[in-house]
């Protein structure tokens, strides 16, 4: 029932009409619970004293927080531009002057004589103390200005306290949204129940949720808003350690079935195709084919990730674990971010394993109706036993006969509900995650706290490591004159953009200009040939084609190329403007290369205005080419929310954690969640009312509960 209430539209909140209704929905507050929810972002001391002689001490900016009593009036400027100032001095005798420009109507209010409790910034300028951006409440005289912490709690919502600052649109002010606030909690805090175990709340010192809300938005103290943040942060932390045991623990309920069906006339597909194969598994794909393997002949559906760096041969190790599903008679689903990429393993897919009688199909956007009906009743009817494509295999028009496995490369481009659409197909289907961004030890056990991590370190033999340059922007033409002599030894090249397009916003060259540029300009005697998402599939099929040929002797892209790709011949990657992209990106780019017999270079082109993080983006790229130790920095660089959180959609909905600054309290929240489990498993069964309530009290992670 307190559900209820606490989802009424904000407009049943006193002051609230049509008109801050409306500014609120912009910013997404639509009922009691959301403007709850909504934090400030930071708060204004207003308890404190801070007095003038503070100020003029300070040699910069010093937010001041004093009573006060105004002077005299002074003006300066000329006609419609004159501007008030008005003079006053604390109770310890020290002057200042507010510079009240557009609000010359303060003559009337604070007349001389006046007392105030005055709160702002003030700088020493012109050989006084000034403030242009202040705030003022006068203090009727039946009080006494020396006494002025205890008055002004007691005349004033804006003085004698903490002030919560919240971000604000257009239509809003942060006093009438405190206000709002105010209002919501004094209405509806009652309906805020605790939703941890007690014991946890005791042992991390936190606060009950009721009062760690009020407190979060009016602390009393300055140590009030600590408590109730690491409250309200542990909170949501622990819910999404929750989320995930009650994943693992659904697939673990699912298991309970056998992973076998009509057997495949050829058993041990996946020896026939090793046998097959003109090279020797590395051992780091030995030991994540064991892995996976075991898996696969459990009754435990399987949840693993494997990571391993750029062309470690991790496709070649998905195509056997789907050998040992399809031979049990089942069907396997492989889903790629990028139609390209999905093109490229079906291609290969085709050539390995449609000798064995594999029967592979490729499903995307493109697949006209007529040939995508007949796909469907394929799938259906259990004809296809590998399917192949991109987004396109979370249709709802899209069943399997007997979905046994299903493999998703580069996971990071896919949201957790994305992901749980396709292994929806069939709730007990294995489900394998890759990625070649490879994640820190301590990211992968927490984030991916509900599966098995399996890490691919060895490389194939005989691939000499890419020689990465540095060259600031003006000084490409030694770029070009090296590329020119690798292409006229037979070597191709990528040159890659930020943009596709010109940009008025942003001075960065981009691939659409660059092209015409390369083309007509610097490299005339080549054939240069341009792809990005913008282009049609079928053209950009084409393209590829001719550039693994060797038709096509440069490719000017975007990121498209950032995966999958892969010529031997192409020993070249030049990425300009790197410090538009981020550690992964730039590695992934660069492992686009050094992949055939001839020594590999990459280029990064740079502005000379680096920032700090951008300096050490670039250092990193240059001093390593190991995706492991690379992936470490990125989380040193960039922290473990950027790193986890900003490339996929869907996987960090937090309100007030932030895995940048809180990845210790995340893995304090995962210990605690697995002391719950070890103590009382029965809390992880869904008919629990204790478990129930938790989740369902628990926005925005009741979707990834329920599957839904």
């Known amino acids: ?104 109507f303060l003559a009337e209010k604070l007349k001389e004589g006046t007392s105030v409790l005055v709160f702002g910034t003030f700088s020493v300028r012109y050989n006084e103390l000034q403030s242009t951006a202040f705030d003022f409440e006068i203090i009727p005289e039946l009080f006494d200005i020396t006494e002025k912490q205890l008055s002004a709690r007691n005349i004033s919502d804006s003085f004698g306290r903490i002030l919560p600052v919240y971000p604000l649109t257009s239509g809003l002010t942060q006093k009438g949204l405190r206000k709002a606030v105010r209002n919501a909690v004094d209405q509806y805090g009652k309906f805020i129940s605790t939703e941890l175990p007690e014991n946890f709340i005791l042992s991390n010192g936190l606060m009950s949720k009721a009062d760690a809300v009020e407190k979060i938005h009016f602390p009393e103290r300055t140590e009030d808003t600590a408590k109730a943040e690491l409250t309200l942060k542990y909170e949501e932390l622990f819910h999404f350690q929750m989320a995930a045991a009650r994943r693992a623990l ?34 780091g794909q030995n030991q994540a084919v064991d892995e996976i393997l075991e ?165 194939p033999p005989g691939r000499s490591p890419v020689e990465t340059h540095l060259a600031a922007l003006g000084r490409e033409e030694k770029v070009y ?17 930020p943009l596709i397009s010109s940009s008025d916003k942003m001075e960065l060259k981009d691939a659409e200009s660059m092209f015409s540029s390369l083309k007509d300009e610097i490299f005339p005697e080549h054939r240069v040939e341009l792809i990005h998402s913008r282009i049609d599939e079928n053209e950009k099929k084409k393209i590829m084609d001719e550039f693994h040929t060797g038709d096509v002797q440069i490719l000017v892209a975007t990121s498209v190329v950032e995966v999958g790709v892969d010529v031997p011949n192409a020993n070249c990657m030049v990425i300009e403007h790197a410090e538009r992209f981020g550690l992964s990106a730039l590695h992934q780019l660069r492992g686009r290369v050094g992949r055939g017999e001839h020594q590999s270079y990459a280029f990064l082109v740079y502005s000379p205005e680096l920032t700090e993080a951008g300096t050490a983006r670039l250092k990193v790229m240059k001093e390593s080419t190991d995706g492991f130790l690379i992936a470490e920095e990125d989380l040193r660089i960039r922290g473990p929310g950027d790193l986890a959180g900003s490339a996929q959609s869907g996987f960090m909905p937090f309100t007030i954690a932030d895995l940048n600054t809180d990845f210790d309290l995340l893995k304090k929240a995962r210990v605690d969640v697995r002391k719950l489990m070890d103590t009382d498993p029965g809390l992880l069964q869904p008919q629990n009312s204790v478990l129930r309530k938790l989740f369902e009290t628990c926005p925005p992670f009741s979707n990834m509960i329920s599957g839904e």
């Not at 100032?85 to 020290?94: A, C, E, P, S, V």
């Not at 002599?485 to 890659?496: D, I, N, P």
Request: aromatic share 6%; glycine share 8%; with cysteine.
């Open 1 to 104: 029932m307190f559900q209820e209430e606490l989802k009424q539209p904000v407009g049943r909140l006193q002051g609230i009409g049509p008109k801050t209704s409306a500014a609120l929905s912009r910013i997404g507050i639509h009922s009691v619970s959301d403007i709850l929810k909504y934090y400030p972002r930071s708060y204004e001391n207003r308890l404190d004293e801070v007095d003038f002689t503070a100020a003029f001490k300070s040699s910069g900016q010093t937010i001041v927080n004093t009573s006060a009593t105004v002077t005299a009036h002074e003006y300066f400027g000329w006609g419609k531009k004159q501007t008030l100032k008005i003079l006053l001095n604390d109770n310890k005798g020290i002057p200042a002057s507010l510079i009240c420009f557009g609000r010359n």
């Open 250 to 283: 659904k697939r673990r309920e699912a298991g309970r079935r056998s992973k076998t069906g009509i057997n495949h006339p050829e058993r041990n597909l996946h020896l026939k195709l090793i046998d097959s194969l003109p090279f020797s598994l590395t051992d």
């Open 295 to 459: 898996d696969l002949d459990s009754e435990r559906p399987m949840a693993r990730l494997l990571q391993g760096d750029v062309g470690c041969g991790k496709t070649l190790v998905a195509f056997i674990s789907a050998l040992r599903c399809i031979e049990k008679g089942m069907q396997c689903a492989f889903m790629a971010p990028t139609e390209l990429l999905a093109r490229q393993h079906a291609d290969n897919a085709d050539r390995l394993l449609s000798p064995l009688g594999i029967r592979v199909a490729l499903l995307s956007g493109s697949v006209k109706k007529d040939k995508r009906e007949l796909l469907l009743k394929a799938l259906t009817s259990g004809e296809v036993d590998l399917l192949i494509g991109t987004h396109a295999l979370f249709g709802d028009d899209i069943n399997f006969k007997k979905l046994g496995l299903a493999v998703i490369d580069e996971q990071q481009r896919f949201g957790v509900l994305q992901r749980t659409a396709l292994s929806e197909k069939n709730t007990a289907a294995d489900l394998l995650l890759m990625t070649a961004t490879p994640i820190p030890r301590t990211l992968a056990m927490t984030v991916f706290g509900d599966m098995d991590v399996t890490t691919i370190k060895s490389m």
């Open 481 to 497: 004159q090296f590329i020119k002599k690798q292409l006229s030894e037979g070597r191709q090249a990528y040159f890659v953009y």
